[in-house]
């Protein structure tokens, strides 16, 4: 109903997460929601780069708590997909693709690398302007 529903206009929105229990063996949902998010293109009316420039699309990144063990098979799994990058908790494992700093980190520094993507992401629209008109047309 319009009390879950919310709106955001996509130039406002950094990156999207989607968290699973076990990121491996739900990675097709992972996948549906990167299709589903595909489409959605940011268009912005002006920017002024501070940092590294904005994407026209929204980031994906995945969580799971529990999911593959090696970076090796979450680089494989990232290949030719729109997703940005995985985090998985239990071991402690974080890769990006290179547009998103290209990050590989373990152990206790796993976490911190997805809140180095997500500052990235969002630091790109710190100078950024919508172009509503787009919305109607």
């Not at 950094?14 to 968290?19: F, L, P, S, T």
């Not at 912005?44 to 929204?58: C, E, K, L, Q």
């Not at 976490?111 to 919508?130: D, N, P, Q, R």
């Amino acid at each position: 109903g319009s009390a879950t529903t919310r709106l955001y206009l996509a130039e406002g929105v950094a990156a999207a997460i989607e968290v699973k229990s076990d990121v491996s063996t739900q990675w097709n949902e992972v996948l549906g929601t990167a299709r589903q998010l595909a489409p959605l293109r940011r268009n912005f009316g002006s920017t002024m780069i501070m940092g590294a420039m904005p994407t026209n699309n929204v980031p994906l990144f995945a969580v799971g708590y529990k999911g593959w063990k090696t970076p090796q098979t979450i680089v494989q799994n990232l290949d030719n997909t729109n997703v940005a990058g995985v985090l998985v908790i239990d071991p402690g494992i974080f890769i990006s693709k290179r547009e998103y700093g290209g990050v590989t980190a373990q152990g206790p520094w796993a976490l911190w690398g997805l809140i180095v993507c997500l500052h990235l992401a969002a630091s790109g629209l710190k100078a950024t302007s919508a172009n509503p008109i787009s919305y109607a047309v």
